[in-house]
């Protein structure tokens, strides 16, 4: 079983609606959450971080945390072409090492 | 602030030769650098971690000799492929870690390597 599950898509859906990705993980110490945002050849880009449990809300992008289930969530309000790309979630358990999901594949049809 | 960049973005080498990829922090310094590598449509995967003026610690599975990183100074690390193989066509990518940001890493835009 791998630390960090995350469906790899590929998800598509019209453009305004709100979009929900999630990830699952195993490792009880994580503690550092975080979000990327990677388009086609291009490195990650940093979007959420969050520590420990709880709600980060940055624009139309929204983070949730539940360490009681191990679950983390990203949503998108209001998507847009132009975020369509691959997520990807990460954590740490205050190690340097980052644990990396599969990535989700996001496509918002104009 | 905290941008990563990479050099060169792609490279096309022959089987054997060896290739320098550069790994800059820009507007800070970098205590910790790492490095990635990505196949098509699959997540990262850490190769080693490099400390400023130390040797790389390396993942399980990750040839030291073959994949030579340097961290000379608080804004450059480097990673050396030597004797290149077309198993090792990838996209590598760099992040850096900032002083104050324990657990964040910015990345660079990663370097497209094509082995023939």
């Known amino acids: 079983q791998k630390e960090v599950e995350q469906d790899p898509g590929p998800l598509s859906v019209p453009e305004g609606a709100i979009v929900s990705l999630n990830c699952t993980y195993s490792?009880?110490?994580?503690?550092?959450f975080m979000w990327y945002r990677q388009y086609s050849r291009k490195g990650p880009e940093l979007l959420m971080y969050?520590?420990?449990?709880g709600n980060k809300e940055d624009g139309r992008f929204t983070a949730q945390v539940d360490k009681s289930s191990k679950y983390i969530s990203l949503f998108i309000r209001d998507s847009q072409p132009s975020d369509s790309a691959t997520y990807l979630c990460?954590?740490?358990?205050?190690?340097?090492?980052?644990?990396f999901g599969q990535g989700t594949r996001l496509t918002i049809n104009p | 602030g905290a941008v990563v960049s990479q050099h060169p973005s792609w490279v096309i080498c022959k089987s054997g030769t060896s290739v320098k990829i550069e790994c800059r922090s820009l507007d800070f310094q970098a205590t910790t650098m790492f490095w990635y590598r990505q196949f098509p449509k699959q997540s990262l995967m850490l190769m080693a971690t490099s400390n400023e003026g130390s040797k790389a610690t390396y993942e399980q599975g990750v040839e030291k000799d073959k994949f030579l990183i340097n961290h000379a100074s608080l804004t450059l690390s480097t990673l050396t492929v030597t004797s290149a193989h077309p198993e090792d066509s990838s996209f590598y990518i760099c992040s850096a870690r900032t002083l104050s940001s324990y657990n964040e890493q910015f990345f660079g835009p990663g370097t497209r390597l094509t082995v023939l």
């Open positions: 990460a954590m740490s358990g205050g190690a340097q090492k980052l644990v």
């Open positions: 969050t520590y420990s449990s």
């Open positions: 490792n009880s110490a994580f503690q550092y």
